[in-house]
């Protein structure tokens, strides 16, 4: 279940910029509540739901190798 939160959370913090048809003041007030929301997210996950470091570490070997 904190697999999906997280995802969900990351999905949204990547948002992708709208079409030719958007406010760009709208736009960068929500975008910059998002980004603040999904950051406050993570740190609640982190926190209670701490991620097994070695996953995050076994696919960041994989990157570099």
């Known amino acids: 279940m904190t697999k999906l939160m997280r995802q969900l959370v990351s999905d949204v913090q990547g948002a992708p910029f709208p079409g030719p048809n958007f406010e760009p003041e709208l736009y960068s007030i929500w975008y910059e509540h998002v980004q603040r929301g999904a950051q406050n997210c993570f740190e ?13 570490k076994n696919s960041l070997n994989k990157m570099f190798k």
């Open 44 to 56: 609640y996950l982190d926190e209670h739901f701490p991620v097994d470091n070695t996953e995050f």
